[in-house]
């Protein structure tokens, strides 16, 4: 079946530290990969989102390449700040329409000052 | 834009009662919505995938007379949790995205809905 594991967390950082949150995937085809972000108390915000084999997903900072040879799409920011705190979920999704997104379990990134 | 409101944000009610969620398209027309449930430090788990004007498709493992879905307009979609109990106790979040030719649509998200059953 279809599944998305994520490195446990939660991951505590000084601000200006390097991020990596690793996400690997099973899935039959190719889907698509995505991470989002949920911040304290609000909703699933997506972050950043990659539909092909060694395409490059970014924003704020954040960067995630789809590696098909290692089923991989790892999370990366090279200077977090206390404001990036929050519970990141990578998810992948088939292109068929009308199918969900399947997520993983969920990090939580804690920054300090 | 794609903005999905879901309503309310926090209930609390005692077991046996049933509890309604709403989950609404604001500015666009979605075909297809989806209900998810959250436990704490745990992933969203898919519970069903509702189409406009047809039945809900559960997952494996979710009680469809527990949970009744409603999905009567494109801007609309309800999940009723019947007599509830406190293990129904959870965080539920509903996504809502448009269905277009073959390829996937994006999912957009509400901000959930804390449901505590005393």
């Known amino acids: 079946g279809n599944s998305v594991t994520q490195m446990e967390g939660p991951v505590t950082l000084s601000e200006e530290a390097f991020l990596t949150i690793n996400c690997t995937y099973t899935?039959?085809?190719?889907?698509?990969l995505f991470w989002y972000v949920q911040y304290p108390g609000e909703g699933l915000q997506l972050l950043l989102k990659a539909t092909k084999a060694d395409d490059k997903g970014s924003n704020k900072g954040f960067e995630a390449t789809y590696r098909k040879e290692t089923t991989s799409f790892h999370l990366e920011k090279g200077s977090v700040q206390v404001s990036d705190s929050a519970v990141y979920f990578c998810a992948l999704r088939h292109n068929q329409a009308g199918t969900a997104l399947i997520f993983g379990k969920g990090t939580t990134l804690s920054v300090s000052s | 834009g794609a903005v999905v409101s879901q309503h309310p944000s926090w209930v609390i009610c005692k077991s046996g009662t049933s509890v309604k969620i709403e989950c609404r398209s604001l500015?666009?027309?979605?075909?297809?919505m989806f209900w998810y449930r959250q436990f704490p430090k745990q992933s969203l788990m898919l519970m069903a995938t509702s189409n406009e004007g047809s039945k809900a498709t559960y997952e494996q493992g979710v009680e469809k007379d527990k949970f009744l879905i409603n999905h009567a307009s494109l801007t609309l979609s309800t999940l009723t949790v019947t007599s509830a109990h406190p293990e129904d106790s959870s965080f539920y979040i509903c996504s809502a995205s448009v269905t277009g030719g073959t390829s996937n649509q994006p999912q957009h998200f509400g901000d959930g809905t804390r449901l505590s059953i005393l």
């Open positions: 899935a039959t085809g190719y889907p698509s």
């Open positions: 500015d666009f027309q979605a075909t297809t």
